[in-house]
């Protein structure tokens, strides 16, 4: 379920730790309040998964980047449940269709990338590294 900028506040609570538990594996480059900000300005979007019981159990953040060839839908970062199964999956694949985007990628470790590999049948396309400088 996709979260309007002007209603991130009315979630936030039901969503942070979620989108924490994401960016504790991350590289740092944001904390989850500044996701917030990021959320909050449009320049990233949520979309929440749901029970029954309309309870938040997961949460992912994207960010679409254009590039001449493609609008790529960015996973910035997810965490919880109700997020890696193939309804929710095809939901969220006509959500970044419905955007624009001709592309999904996803910074991940090799556990991740098993994951969407055998779930989704994606590919890895980059091995991305880094030096602080």
């Known amino acids: 379920m996709y979260v309007n900028s002007e209603h991130i506040h009315i979630v936030w609570e039901d969503t942070k730790k979620h989108l924490e538990r994401g960016l504790a594996r991350s590289a740092g480059e944001y904390n989850v309040e500044q996701l917030k900000v990021f959320l909050v300005q449009g320049n ?21 980047i254009n590039m001449p060839n493609d609008r790529i839908a960015y996973a910035t970062t997810f965490g919880g449940k109700m997020v890696a199964n193939k309804a929710v999956w095809d939901q969220f694949i006509d959500w970044c269709k419905s955007n624009g985007a001709t592309k999904f990628r996803a910074a991940t470790f ?10 989704f049948g994606t590919e890895n396309r980059y091995i991305m590294v880094e030096k602080k400088l």
């Not at 990233?44 to 679409?64: C, M, P, R, S, Y």
């Not at 090799?110 to 055998?118: D, F, I, N, T, V």
């Open 44 to 64: 990233q979007h949520l979309l929440v998964g749901v029970d029954e019981n309309k309870v938040i159990q997961g949460a992912v953040t994207i960010e679409f």
């Open 110 to 119: 090799e556990s991740g990338a098993r994951l969407y590999r055998k779930a």
